[in-house]
Nanobody
């Protein structure tokens, strides 16, 4: 059974940083074609934030986070991280880790097969 667990969320002031981590239980993340981070703000739909491809480790980012967020993976630790810098109040959301068994990174939430429970990120002064 695929189980993803996110950690690292919290409350941070505007301009601050957080590092989210996604861990996998019972399977190797590297066996999945793409691993992404998707967020959902209150009252809004799910938005693809970033994703990393297995085959060439290329990554995609939403325009709203380009230059501020960086995705990375550690196959030895079986984790994927999202480093978030220069955080803004509009980054406030629940952040989900998700995986796609086949294909490549998708900017859409529908492109992923399994999801974690999410971790809350709140950016506020």
């Amino acid at each position: 059974q695929v189980q993803l667990v996110e950690s690292g969320g919290g409350l941070v002031q505007p301009g601050g940083s957080l590092r989210l981590s996604c861990g996998a239980s019972g399977f190797a993340l590297e066996n999945y074609a793409a691993i992404g981070w998707i967020r959902q703000a209150p009252g809004k739909g799910r938005e693809g934030v970033s994703c990393i491809n297995r085959d060439d480790s290329s990554a995609i980012y939403a325009d709203s986070v380009k230059g501020r967020f960086t995705i990375s993976r550690d196959n030895a630790e079986n984790t994927v991280a999202l480093q978030m810098n220069s955080l803004k109040p509009e980054d406030t959301a629940t952040y989900y880790c998700a995986v796609a068994r086949y294909g490549r990174c998708s900017p859409y939430a529908s492109g992923y097969d399994s999801w974690g429970q999410g971790t809350q990120v709140t950016v506020s002064s």
